[in-house]
Every structure is written in C-alpha cells, then in structure tokens.
C-alpha cells in the first residue's frame, strides 16, 4: 500500500488495515464503500480532489452517478457529527472538489 493506516484527527482514529473507525475508543459504522472514501480522503489531505478522482479511486471501472458520491460524503460528515454542510473535517469548494 506505501501509505499510511492509521490517521488520528479531533477524537477520531482511522486505521486502514483494520478497516476500523473509532471515537473516543467507541467503533463508529461507515459502510464499506463509505469507509474507502474516508480513507482515501485521509491519504490524500492538504489538496482539493475532484469528484473524477474520487469517483474513480473508489469506484474504479464501475459506472455510478454524481449522486452516490454526494451521499457517501453525507455519510462521512454524519459519522464525524461535521454537519450537512461539513466544515471541521470535510470541506466541499464548489465547482472544484
């Protein structure tokens, strides 16, 4: 993999290789797919990514709509309690990524 598992951000710890995320020590429930996004997210902090990429890095060769991206990401912000529209943890520039 050559990336880093494990992310530690707010009360929040992420390890890849587990497939675990955690709050507080408590397992919080992401989906699988959902769970790959965050994680690809987390390798890929500190630059804007285009709904292309993501799309592609968590759905590659398969054909999905705008819209299960949208919805994965309202999972995300749901499960770090960020809010609908995100802010601390996941941000949105429109018309970028």
Request: glycine share 10%; net charge positive; hydrophobic share 45%.
């Amino acid at each position: 993999m050559g990336q880093f598992s494990v992310f530690r951000f707010g009360d929040f710890v992420l390890d890849g290789t587990e497939r675990r995320l955690l709050r507080a020590g408590e397992d919080v429930y992401l989906p699988p797919k959902t769970f790959e996004l965050l994680l690809y997210l987390l390798q890929n902090r500190g630059r804007v990514l285009t709904k292309d990429e993501l799309l592609q890095a968590v759905w590659p060769e398969v054909n999905v709509v705008e819209n299960t991206l949208a919805q994965r990401i309202r999972e995300i912000r749901e499960a770090l309690g960020d809010g609908a529209v995100g802010g601390r943890f996941v941000k949105a520039i429109p018309k970028v990524g």
